[in-house]
């Protein structure tokens, strides 16, 4: 989780937004099974929400803020996960996409770096 509220603070979010926590542990859902990343009001959201005690359409909002924050406070990097310009905020299945595959990356490059010594 570490590495996941790394990355959200790079990208501005912080632990005063709402939807911090929700998302850390989207993404890390989404990096355990990244199959939740294709339909996440079925797969995803319902298991946000009921951890968090909410509904999915208030988990979707909030993953979105989130989103658009860090759309607002760090474009560069954020068009840096997605490797093309974003002409507006990633939605928030794209967003918590782009943040799980670019650490599931790291994780890979870490691995085989300490295989190859």
């Avoid at 997605?82 to 002409?87: D, K, N």
Wanted: charged share 20%; glycine share 6%.
């Amino acid at each position: 989780m570490e590495q996941i509220y790394t990355l959200l603070h790079r990208l501005g979010i912080s632990a005063t937004y709402t939807g911090f926590y929700p998302a850390a542990e989207a993404v890390r859902l989404c990096m355990q099974r990244q199959d939740r990343l294709q339909l996440v009001t079925k797969r995803l959201y319902p298991v946000l929400a009921k951890q968090y005690g909410t509904n999915w359409q208030a988990m979707e909002r909030n993953l979105r803020t989130v989103s658009k924050a860090a759309w607002r406070k760090n474009r560069p990097l954020l068009e840096e996960l997605a490797g093309l310009p974003l002409p507006k905020p990633p939605s928030a299945g794209y967003f918590l996409a782009l943040l799980s595959g670019h650490l599931l990356a790291m994780q890979k490059r870490e691995e085989e770096t300490a295989t190859a010594e």
